[in-house]
């Protein structure tokens, strides 16, 4: 069984060193002495041959360790796309992130290919990953096709990111500062380096990353043209949210698996977990549910468990301070109002896509996306808003490879959601009502998807 974690990190993964020898683009790369990141504290500037991660794992400008498990094998991603690489990182107290050896948070990573289109496009790490989790998914592809590429660790990582800030939600909100900060940075650097404006400036990510981008267009439409969201995590103050579904999974789940009990079943049905994807509950016990509800739980409501940090991993209900017996609806205002912080409110002020798997086991499809299209709606602005669920589409698509006949990835279908997402932009090219893309009649679903017809 693979282990891509996309809420956990892997705490002793090497370090990166950027800058590194041997890697110059013959022939480019003229205004590289132009590049000041506005605002950041620290930069390094390279010159590459080779933006995209078949050049960047051996020129030591990536971490295969922030990016591994969220694809699925036998992906298919451009190489050879020339132009600067730029790593820094922007004033910040934390020390969790250990890239490039500074030990310093708020590290960012803007790449520039040689042959630009005028557009760039931002993104957050999902999790608690860091600023390199989106090369191989995102990075690469955008950059063949001549959009400016930048990404932020978001400010915190690690499984203990929880320790950053002075109150309950100050670690989540954050991010919210980290992406803004980066968006601006980026169109400067743009500037500088092509001597032109970025003429469209695109947002994008998954998991926190899709949380990111819904939060980026409903607080600062101004700063993008459009968006696209993979199954961004949902935060509402009233609920759905992690903290009302995860306990159930973490009191049921047990029981279901050791005796097949109906009623625990039930109890993770009406939680909001899909009939199907039974199979993968397992892996989501061992390796997401427990942790995600922990620390997440621990960054809003630190009370909970008194002087523990983060709770005990995989108690059983009656367990005191367990995690499987949180009720969050009966928590204090204080913890609502922590929440509230952070909550989307589905007021986007420019177009966006929204794609989300029926067998998301971490972010069950019910909880989380059909949620925020019904959000949307209220918020009168349906109109700005498309949704497409993917047919046995789960969470990271590293599941795919043990489970080929049960899953299919989402990466294909969020390259196509990308393309029709820009051309709603840039050609007023509507796209398709919402709608569900089948798992049927595709030769090789790891690389290609048709979304639905206009």
Not at 7 to 13: E, G, I, N, T, W
Not at 176 to 190: D, N, P, S
Not at 225 to 230: I, P, S
Request: net charge negative; proline share 6%; charged share 25%.
């Amino acid at each position: 069984m693979r282990s891509g974690i996309v809420l956990a990190v892997v705490l002793a993964a090497p370090l990166l060193v950027a800058g590194g020898t041997g890697a110059t683009a013959a022939g480019g790369c003229d205004g590289i002495g132009r590049i000041a990141v506005p605002g950041a504290v620290q930069q390094k500037k390279a010159c590459l041959d080779d933006l995209t991660t078949a050049g960047t794992t051996t020129s030591g400008h990536t971490n295969r360790d922030d990016w591994s498990g969220l694809h699925a094998s036998g992906t298919k991603n451009p190489t050879g796309v020339p132009g600067v690489q730029v790593d820094g990182y922007f004033p910040d107290e934390s020390i969790s992130n250990t890239n490039n050896g500074w030990m310093h948070d708020s590290q960012f990573v803007i790449r520039l290919p040689e042959d630009w289109n005028g557009k760039v496009v931002i993104t957050g790490a999902p999790g608690v990953r860091r600023q390199y989790a989106n090369d191989y998914i995102i990075s690469d592809w955008v950059l063949a096709r001549g959009y400016a590429f930048a990404s932020t660790d978001k400010g915190n990582t690690g499984v203990r990111f929880y320790e950053d800030g002075a109150r309950p939600g100050d670690a989540v909100a954050e991010w919210h500062h980290r992406v803004t900060q980066l968006t601006r940075a980026t169109k400067r650097v743009a500037a500088q380096y092509y001597g032109d404006h970025p003429h469209r400036t695109y947002m994008t990510g998954i998991s926190n990353g899709g949380y990111l981008t819904r939060w980026a267009l409903e607080n600062h439409p101004g700063l993008y043209d459009g968006g696209v969201d993979w199954e961004g995590t949902l935060f509402t103050e009233d609920g759905p949210n992690l903290f009302t579904y995860l306990p159930a999974a973490l009191r049921n789940y047990p029981a279901y698996r050791a005796t097949g009990d109906e009623d625990a079943h039930r109890a993770m049905i009406d939680a909001g977990f899909e009939r199907g994807s039974e199979f993968l509950w397992d892996y989501h016990y061992g390796v997401y549910w427990d942790l995600t509800q922990r620390i997440y739980r621990e960054e809003f409501d630190p009370d909970y468990d008194g002087a523990l940090s983060a709770g005990i991993p995989f108690c059983q209900p009656g367990t005191p301070n367990c995690d499987a017996d949180y009720d969050y609806a009966s928590r204090p205002e204080s913890v609502h109002d922590a929440v509230d912080r952070v909550s989307n409110t589905g007021d986007i002020g420019k177009p966006m896509i929204t794609l989300h798997g029926t067998l998301d086991a971490l972010l069950p499809i019910r909880t989380d996306s059909d949620v925020y299209r019904d959000m949307v709606r209220r918020s009168g602005e349906a109109r700005q808003h498309r949704y497409y669920v993917v047919e046995d589409g789960t969470h990271v698509d590293g599941l795919y490879d043990d489970y080929p006949d049960r899953l299919r990835p989402i990466l294909p279908c969020y390259r196509e959601a990308f393309r029709a997402m820009v051309s709603w932009v840039e050609d007023r090219d509507r796209p398709a009502p919402n709608g569900t893309i089948p798992n049927a009649g595709t030769d090789d679903p790891v690389n290609n998807c048709a979304l639905p017809s206009p």
